[in-house]
Each structure stands twice: as C-alpha cells, then as structure tokens.
C-alpha cells in the first residue's frame, strides 16, 4: 500500500539547520509531485513547499521562500526539505503529502521544535 515516512526531525537553535526526508513507496513516485505540509499547535496545517515530477520545478510560501529548499531523488524513492536559518515560528510536526489514487495521502510528521 502507499505509504509516506518522513524522517529527520529535531531540537534546534534559531538560526540553525535540519534535513526533513520523506520515504516514499506504493506509487509511481517520479510521476507525482510531492508537498511539504506542517502544523504548528493550536493551528491549521498549513503548505510549505512543492516540487513537480518532472523538471524539478519548486513552489514555496512565502514564510519560508529564501530559506527552505525542497527536492527529490526518484532513485531513492525520497523527497527532501532543507531547511535554513530556522525560526521559532518554524516549530511545527511537518508531513509530506502526495495525491494518487485520487486522494491526497499524508505521512505520520516529524517535529521540528526551533527554540533557545
């Protein structure tokens, strides 16, 4: 079946970095575009980044454009949010999302907490 595992979470300082991972299986992944989503507490999730199947076009919000940058490995099966210069309006459970099958899918989330 699909299934979505994001991975790479974490505790950082502001100012500081982390590499989020998104496993994918149970679809064709280099066909699909892939989404970065996160919601923070007591908010609606809300989008971050997307990154098309092919040619590898990116799409960000604007609270993170500049700083955050999503990619993809269709070898691996994997997509990748890196993310720079972290705030602590950045702390977040963050899930990647793909639409097949005709629905979307989501993954469990990784939390990321940025705070001194």
């Known amino acids: 079946q699909l299934q979505l595992v994001e991975s790479g979470g974490g505790a950082v300082q502001p100012g500081g970095s982390l590499r989020l991972s998104c496993a994918a299986s149970?679809?064709?992944?280099?066909?699909?575009?892939m989404s970065w989503y996160r919601q923070a507490p007591g908010k609606e999730r809300e989008y971050v980044a997307l990154?098309?199947?092919?040619?590898?076009?990116?799409n960000y919000a604007d609270s993170v454009k500049g700083r955050f940058t999503i990619s993809r490995d269709n070898a691996k099966n994997t997509v990748y949010l890196q993310m720079n210069n972290l705030r602590p309006e950045d702390t977040a459970v963050y899930y990647c999302?793909?639409?097949?099958?005709?629905?979307?899918?989501w993954g469990q989330g990784t939390q990321v907490t940025v705070s001194s």
């Open positions: 999302s793909v639409r097949a099958y005709g629905r979307g899918y």
């Open positions: 990154i098309i199947a092919v040619g590898g076009g990116t």
């Open positions: 149970g679809f064709a992944f280099s066909n699909a575009a």
